[in-house]
């Protein structure tokens, strides 16, 4: 059985720190892509980041570009690194995956998804 498991989420205040981990079981993940989309209440869920196989290549949502950092351990555990948090990013961060980076990640791309973990960031 296949479980993406998010942990890391919390309340910060604005312009602080926060570093989401997501440890996948139940196969390997060595040839997927690994991302992290978010949903804040009342909107879509919306792509973060994400990361190839291999580590070597990534992609940021212009809103996060410069201050969200996403990372990869080995096959199946990824890391979000979210520095100078802002109000606007409180939300539920989901990890996820596939085999390959798609052009235009969306969420109906992704086999496999976590329950999320929720992020609050106080003004």
């Known amino acids: 059985q296949v479980q993406l498991v998010e942990s890391g989420g919390g309340l910060v205040q604005a312009g602080g720190s926060l570093r989401l981990s997501c440890a996948a079981s139940?196969?390997?993940?060595?040839?997927?892509?690994m991302a992290w989309f978010r949903q804040a209440p009342g909107k879509e869920r919306e792509f973060v980041s994400i990361?190839?196989?291999?580590?070597?290549?990534t992609r940021y949502a212009d809103s996060v570009e410069g201050r969200f950092t996403i990372s990869r351990d080995g096959a199946n555990t990824v890391y979000l690194q979210m520095n100078s948090l802002k109000s606007e990013d409180t939300a539920v961060y989901y990890c996820?995956?596939?085999?390959?980076?798609?052009?235009?990640?969306?969420?109906?791309?992704?086999?496999?998804w976590g329950q999320g973990t929720q992020v609050t960031v106080s003004s």
């Open positions: 996820t995956a596939r085999p390959m980076v798609p052009r235009n990640p969306k969420p109906g791309d992704f086999d496999y």
């Open positions: 139940g196969r390997t993940f060595s040839n997927y892509a």
């Open positions: 990361v190839n196989w291999s580590g070597t290549f």
